[in-house]
């Protein structure tokens, strides 16, 4: 991705300006035992640009991830006798959405696989017209439900609608932008097919699965493609092997998140959201080397990696 690409579509901050004008992200994440993926999603969103972020978490973690933050805010919700978040943490969605206003969600990271907050995801992503980043257990709520990713014209809602086309007429509707970011063996669950189909075929797969449900894929991994729906593809090249570490795909997600949420169009928001994180974890690889490297030290070099370009 060339630099003066990027810069065509990173925000100019005029002097008058506070900030609502760079977006909210919601970031609805975390479990027992995976506040760090909360963590890193939120900072990350943070540090690459977002004006407000959010961080929904079951209520008992609150203290431990207030604790850690100090400009994200957090939300603390209904939660499972597991810890993670319950059903019941819906309407409370809800109401944060209408009152607060947060123009892109974030949903997934260290989530669990509790049936009560897999239940919960499919609700989000059934009903929310909010566009939305989905990674992790976000997108393990979806094997089986394929059909609730499909991105078409939802019915009038009462929730914020800052992406996607009005639709005027007999029940207004709204096509909000779904991004999906998997990595080999996610996409192979979704799919129900192999890892081997999907790395032998990385590039025509994504670009089906983005037709077919008109959304944004990015199929992590070597040279992660992000495909469009229109049949768009980029594939990038920053990156390294380093980076195959926990948490990293958490930063992926809350970048992606920011980028959206600070009026980017949703493709070349994608795009530079993988181009920055790898490019923050090669001068990671340069500075600690790639088999020390942590999703941290990607987080620590998201402001060098914009300053850089």
């Given at each position: 991705?060339?630099?003066?690409?990027?810069?065509?579509?990173?925000?100019?901050?005029?002097?008058?300006?506070?900030?609502?004008?760079?977006?909210?992200?919601?970031?609805i994440a975390g479990s027992l035992g995976m506040t760090g993926a909360a963590y890193l999603t939120a900072q990350a969103a943070l540090l690459s640009g977002s004006g407000l972020v959010t961080l929904g978490i079951p209520k008992s973690l609150n203290t431990?991830?207030?604790?850690?933050?100090?400009?994200?805010?957090?939300?603390?919700?209904?939660?499972?006798?597991?810890?993670?978040?319950?059903?019941?943490?819906?309407?409370?969605?809800?109401?944060?959405?209408?009152?607060?206003?947060?123009?892109?969600?974030?949903?997934?990271?260290?989530?669990?696989?509790?049936?009560?907050?897999?239940?919960?995801i499919r609700k989000i992503v059934s009903s929310v017209n909010l566009s939305m980043v989905i990674d992790a257990d976000g997108l393990n709520a979806?094997?089986?439900?394929?059909?609730?990713?499909?991105?078409?014209?939802?019915?009038?809602?009462?929730?914020?609608?800052?992406?996607?086309?009005?639709?005027?007429?007999?029940?207004?509707?709204?096509?909000?932008?779904?991004?999906?970011?998997?990595?080999?063996?996610?996409?192979?669950?979704?799919?129900?097919?192999?890892?081997?189909?999907?790395?032998?075929?990385?590039?025509?797969?994504?670009?089906?699965?983005?037709?077919?449900?008109?959304?944004?894929?990015?199929?992590?991994?070597?040279?992660?493609?992000?495909?469009?729906?229109?049949?768009?593809?980029?594939?990038?090249?920053?990156?390294?092997?380093?980076?195959?570490?926990?948490?990293?795909?958490?930063?992926?997600?809350?970048?992606?998140?920011?980028?959206?949420?600070?009026?980017?169009?949703?493709?070349?928001?994608?795009?530079?959201?993988?181009?920055?994180?790898?490019?923050?974890?090669?001068?990671?690889?340069?500075?600690?080397?790639?088999?020390?490297?942590?999703?941290?030290?990607?987080?620590?070099?998201?402001?060098?990696?914009?300053?850089?370009?």
């Amino acid at each position: 991705m060339k630099k003066n690409s990027i810069n065509k579509f990173l925000l100019n901050r005029k002097p008058n300006t506070h900030k609502g004008d760079y977006g909210h992200v919601f970031v609805i994440a975390g479990s027992l035992g995976m506040t760090g993926a909360a963590y890193l999603t939120a900072q990350a969103a943070l540090l690459s640009g977002s004006g407000l972020v959010t961080l929904g978490i079951p209520k008992s973690l609150n203290t431990i991830l207030a604790r850690k933050f100090v400009e994200v805010m957090t939300k603390p919700m209904p939660e499972t006798k597991q810890k993670s978040l319950s059903l019941k943490a819906f309407s409370e969605i809800e109401k944060f959405i209408l009152s607060r206003k947060p123009n892109v969600l974030a949903v997934g990271p260290g989530l669990s696989q509790n049936k009560q907050t897999q239940a919960l995801i499919r609700k989000i992503v059934s009903s929310v017209n909010l566009s939305m980043v989905i990674d992790a257990d976000g997108l393990n709520a979806l094997v089986g439900h394929l059909d609730i990713l499909y991105n078409g014209k939802y019915p009038p809602h009462p929730f914020p609608l800052p992406y996607g086309e009005r639709v005027k007429g007999e029940g207004e509707c709204v096509q909000r932008t779904t991004v999906i970011t998997p990595h080999p063996g996610e996409m192979a669950r979704l799919l129900g097919i192999s890892v081997k189909d999907v790395q032998e075929n990385r590039k025509n797969i994504a670009k089906e699965t983005a037709a077919k449900y008109n959304i944004i894929v990015v199929l992590k991994g070597h040279k992660t493609i992000v495909a469009s729906p229109k049949g768009k593809v980029y594939i990038n090249r920053t990156g390294n092997p380093g980076m195959a570490s926990a948490g990293c795909g958490d930063v992926l997600t809350g970048m992606i998140a920011s980028f959206l949420g600070q009026g980017i169009e949703p493709f070349e928001a994608a795009k530079l959201g993988v181009y920055l994180h790898g490019l923050a974890g090669d001068l990671s690889a340069g500075e600690v080397g790639q088999a020390s490297l942590r999703a941290t030290d990607v987080l620590g070099n998201i402001p060098k990696a914009i300053k850089t370009i």
